[in-house]
């Protein structure tokens, strides 16, 4: 051990503390120690801020094969459909339970007593997004993380920014990937690096929107669980699935505020705003007979098409038409975050534009959680399970962080004698590395691949343009490894290497694609092939 090192031991690591992370925790912590980490804040990932809610089969005029039907026809028929049953028959399980945990659904008085208000989403056939008023991440967030703060099974950690997987070279189950004994982290507050070894690691770190510069992603969706779980030899596949959420709003101050999609599932409508030609026109029955309420890929398609063609900076999403007091109390959050703003929802439209919103691909997991790597899981946004396909139908994520933390806790807990202790392992090295002098080496990188990847593997791509990123991604990768190899690691370094190596995966998972399918649409390839593939990638 370094002078400056320490080495922590749990039976289990988990990494991230969102909706994915403190399922999985919750589920093991009945039998082993668990250890959560989180970069930042216990409450920063994208779980806080869900708004629309969780997709369930719970009205008893839906059925699964409905949503079964619904959750492929939005992806595309990417999707694995054994993964595809398995959650969706489990997502009424995963409700139930957040109720015992004291999640405060909105009821529906018209139905009785108890009976969920079910609102509805794009490329849903039925009302079927349990949710509470339009702040349903913020009210699961709180209720899992102080289930997990009364269970002293469970270790919370805020403010470690772990940075790669501790790795052996042995029981390898794919070409060259070693077994994993855990993760060497940042700390946040200290900036010594730590080692923290266990018999089992899951990942859960959550998307990698911020590889956009418009996302509605909070700050540290960097991809770090799947470019660290590629560093250390496990596939990803369907990288180029990035979805781009119609609907958030466009504000010069405000840039990642996301209005939900259940303000179209009540009734909101798309319009072209004033001054444009064919002005207040309700444009997207012109797109698709789903109008509004058609999957996320076409609505951002026919948005960014009419953005474009008419030289606008946004549209319009308006609900005004419904009586105030029902846009207030179904959407409590946002009507009074846009008062701040000085729109007031009620009487008039919102400028919207798309922007990122959810990673579809990333590690690769089967039905159990479990990543190429002997001892590494991982589940929820940070994961490819085949839930999602070509395009994530809304409110369906959530439920994978539900449905699969728990199947990776099944799994480990089922086979936990099988599992070693880890070895010695290597301590994190920093004697040869020394402050940064050029901080802005990283700012400056940082906002590169942010713009090239909005403006050229955004929601419609051309081969040229994914060829345009690839040759900055180049250019970008010798010096962000000069400047790793040099210095001393900090969040900003860490997220910025991790920046680079997923969107380095998603220009490769691209050019790969020789289709348009989903969420991957170019302009050279407008077809969509007779049999879908996954983009799989495999790490040398
Ligand atoms: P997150 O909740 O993002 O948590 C990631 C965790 O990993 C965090 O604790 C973070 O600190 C930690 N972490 C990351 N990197 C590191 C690192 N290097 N070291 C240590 N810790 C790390 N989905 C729905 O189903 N319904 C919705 O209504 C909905 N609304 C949404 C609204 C918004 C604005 C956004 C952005 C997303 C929405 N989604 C919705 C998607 C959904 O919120 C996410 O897919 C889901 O919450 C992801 O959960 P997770 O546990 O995988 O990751
Ligand atoms: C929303 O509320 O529109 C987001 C729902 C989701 O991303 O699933």
Not at 136 to 154: D, K
Not at 489 to 496: F, P, Q
Not at 497 to 524: C, F, K, M, P, W
Request: hydrophobic share 40%.
């Amino acid at each position: 051990m370094g002078a400056q090192d320490n080495q922590f031991h749990h039976d289990v690591i988990v990494v991230g503390s969102g909706a994915a992370g403190l399922t999985t925790a919750l589920a093991l912590a009945d039998k082993l120690k668990v250890l959560v980490l989180a970069k930042g804040s216990l409450t920063g990932g994208s779980t806080s801020w869900a708004q629309g809610g969780i997709a369930a089969v719970l009205d008893s005029g839906d059925t699964f094969e409905n949503h079964i039907r619904d959750t492929m026809v939005a992806g595309g028929g990417l999707n694995r459909q054994e993964t595809v049953e398995s959650v969706i028959e489990r997502a009424p399980h995963a409700i139930e339970k957040l109720v015992q945990l004291g999640v405060p659904f909105n009821t529906d008085g018209s139905e009785g007593k108890g009976a969920l208000h079910l609102t509805r989403e794009g490329g849903h056939s039925h009302r079927r997004i349990v949710h509470v008023a339009d702040a349903t991440g913020w009210a699961v967030q709180s209720a899992l993380l102080s289930a997990a703060e009364a269970n002293p099974n469970i270790t919370l950690v805020p403010d470690r920014a772990a940075i790669d997987l501790i790795t052996g070279k042995h029981e390898e189950r794919y070409s060259g990937s070693g077994r994993v004994w855990g993760v060497y982290a940042l700390n946040q507050k200290t900036g010594r690096v730590d080692s923290y070894t266990a018999r089992a690691t899951v990942l859960a770190t959550g998307g990698a929107g911020r590889c956009y510069v418009f996302s509605t992603a909070p700050r540290g969706a960097t991809g770090d669980g799947i470019a660290m779980a590629w560093r250390a030899g496990a596939r990803v596949s369907n990288m180029e699935m990035m979805q781009f959420h119609p609907t958030c709003l466009y504000n010069l101050e405000v840039k990642n505020f996301l209005i939900t999609e259940a303000v179209r599932g009540e009734g909101g409508h798309l319009k072209l705003p004033p001054g444009t030609v064919g002005e207040g026109e309700r444009f997207m029955p012109r797109f698709d007979e789903r109008a509004e309420l058609a999957p996320r890929d076409i609505v951002a398609r026919a948005m960014d098409h009419e953005i474009k063609r008419l030289g606008l900076d946004y549209v319009h999403l308006d609900i005004s038409h419904k009586p105030p007091e029902f846009v207030r109390e179904h959407f409590p959050m946002i009507n009074e975050k846009l008062l701040g703003l000085g729109i007031d929802m009620t009487k008039e439209p919102i400028p919207v534009v798309p922007a990122q919103h959810y990673t579809c691909g990333g590690v690769m997991i089967d039905l159990k959680g479990r990543t190429d790597l002997p001892g590494l899981y991982a589940a929820g946004e940070c994961t490819e399970s085949g839930l999602h396909g070509a395009n994530r139908l809304a409110s369906n994520s959530l439920l994978e962080c539900f449905v699969f933390g728990e199947a990776a806790a099944a799994d480990i807990l089922e086979n936990w004698d099988n599992f070693k202790e880890p070895p010695a392992v290597r301590q994190w090295d920093s004697s040869r590395v020394s402050d940064s002098d050029e901080e802005v080496v990283i700012k400056q990188n940082w906002t590169e691949i942010r713009r090239f990847m909005w403006n050229y593997v955004g929601i419609v791509r051309t081969t040229k343009r994914l060829e345009r990123a690839q040759h900055r991604i180049r250019l970008l990768e010798e010096e962000v490894a000069e400047y790793y190899r040099h210095f001393r690691v900090s969040t900003d370094l860490i997220e910025l290497r991790n920046l680079l190596q997923t969107a380095d995966l998603i220009v490769r998972s691209a050019l790969n694609r020789h289709e348009s399918r989903g969420l991957h649409y170019t302009l050279d390839h407008p077809e969509t092939m007779s049999e879908a593939q996954d983009t799989i990638l495999v790490p040398r």
